[in-house]
Structure formats: C-alpha cells, structure tokens
C-alpha cells in the first residue's frame, strides 16, 4: 500500500526528488523530518513506526503534536487513515500554522478523487482564514484547478493569478499557475453583481461538540460516498456538512436521502460566496 506522500505524487506528477526535497525541510523537529524522508525513499514501515513514538512521547496540548500528527498523515499506509489526520490537524488545532497546509493537503486528495467543489472549498477556506500562511499560493492554485473544472473560468484565472504572485521562492507553484494563465489570455471577467448573487447549497447533516463525533460522522459519510466537511463555528461547534449544490432542490434531494438513511435532521444550508 503506497503512503500518502507517494499516492499524491503519483496522481498529481509531483517528480520523486522534488517530493524529497520538500519533505526534508518540511519539519524542523529531527524525527518527524527523517521519518518523512524515510516515507519518500519507500520505508513506510519505518517511518510510521518513528511518528508513532514520537507521538506517544507528546501530549494534544504540546505545541509539537499539531506537526506530528500532520507527519503522521504524511506517512500513512491508506488513503482514509490519512484524510482522518489531516482532518484532525484541520478541525482540532485549527489555530496552529498546521491546519492551512491540512487543508491543502485535503484540497489535493479531494481533487484526486475529482471532487472538486469539497476541493475548492477546502483551498478557498485557506485564503479566507489564514491571510498570513506560506501555503497560501499552493492553496490558490489548486482552489484555481478545482474552478477550471468547475467550469468557473473567470474565477479560475483570477486564483492562478494570486498563485503566480504569492509564490514568491516556491518556484514550482509560479510555473504551474503559469501554465493554467495561459488558458485565461482573452477569458471575459465574471460580471460583479453575478458574482455576488452566486449562491450555492450544502446539506448539513450534524452539528456536534467534539472533533472525534464529527470524524466519526465524516468516515461515515465517506463511506457512503459523500464528500464532508467540518465548519468549527464561534460557539465551539463543529457543524459537519456535505456537498456543494447549485441548486435548493438538488440539495433537498440529498438531504432526504441523508435523514432515510442515517436519520436525524439534515436540512438545507445556502452558502453566497464572492
């Protein structure tokens, strides 16, 4: 079974030595750093045998655990195990400098498995919520791959564009939102009372209090063939939700599906975006 690191690799075109090279200076902590490394050379075993110890040797509330279990997502032996940990990084340290690069991360796997609305969603949540991440370009690039899909063009060229100006040193990031702007030469701007009036609809199924219910639900879910998320709201809440529908009707469609057959009140959320 490939690790994480490897599955993005293979299905994103990421070259092996510049996987490497971007493991190597991903964590300043020793261990984590050489169990990454350890992953990308194959030694999978290995590698999740060093994070596992070293995760036992921390505490949740250590500044360090954050960065664990992301390496822990890094290094995982299956794809599920390994959204499990990006999405603990994402929902219960959302504060860390962790939880933009989960998202990310999530954002990369939702695209492998072409759903791009949880794709965009999840890049786009990085831009709106963490103004000052390093992350920040790779997040538009791929919140831009997702829009290209998405048939959303204008909108696609304006998040490559913020990709190629923030990549700053992260030259592989510039190229590739260069290569995408190609695509935007002559593309008409999105109208700005269109963009305004854009709304789409999500079905929220749960609104629970502990990070562990909602990846509980979320696995769930997933198993059933959605794509969920969690919103963590003021009041501490995590309101688990799924899909992003263009209209109310598909989206109660879902909704009904969802009560038959995980039962409880899942209903109708209208989400206006910029």
């Keep these: 079974m490939r690790h994480a690191a490897a599955l993005l690799a293979l299905a994103l075109g990421a070259a092996p030595e510049v996987l490497r090279a971007q493991q190597d200076s991903l964590f300043a902590d020793s261990v984590l750093s050489q169990a ?20 036992g040797a921390l505490q949740p509330t250590d ?5 664990a279990l992301y390496a822990a997502g890094l290094v995982a032996g299956h794809a599920d195990t390994t959204l499990t940990y990006f999405r603990r990084v994402s929902i219960e340290y959302s504060q860390s400098s962790w939880a933009a690069p989960a998202l990310v991360r999530l954002a990369q796997f939702a695209y492998v498995a072409r759903d791009f609305s949880t794709a965009r969603v999840s890049a786009e949540r990085v831009l709106s919520d963490y103004p000052v991440t390093p992350v920040r370009a790779q997040a538009a690039y791929w919140a831009g791959r997702a829009r290209l899909e998405l048939n959303e063009l204008a909108a696609a060229c304006a998040l490559m564009q913020q990709a190629e100006t923030e990549a700053g040193a992260d030259v592989e990031t510039a190229n590739r939102a260069r290569f995408y702007l190609q695509r935007c030469r002559g593309a008409a701007p999105a109208p700005a009372e ?19 219910a909602a990846d509980d639900l979320m696995r769930r879910l997933t198993q059933y063939g959605y794509q969920p998320q969690a919103v963590r709201e003021p009041d501490g809440l995590l309101k688990v939700r799924v899909g992003r ?30």
């Design 63 to 67: 500044s360090l655990y954050p960065a």
């Design 194 to 212: 269109t963009t305004r009036a854009a709304a789409t609809f999500t079905v929220q199924v749960a609104a629970v209090r502990s990070a562990a």
């Design 36 to 55: 990454a490394r350890l992953a990308t050379e194959g030694q999978t075993d290995s590698a999740q045998a060093l994070v596992r110890r070293r995760i």
């Design 245 to 274: 529908y263009q209209s109310r009707t598909e989206a109660q469609r879902v909704a009904a599906a969802l009560k038959a057959r995980l039962g409880g009140s899942p209903f109708v959320v209208e989400e206006r975006r910029p």
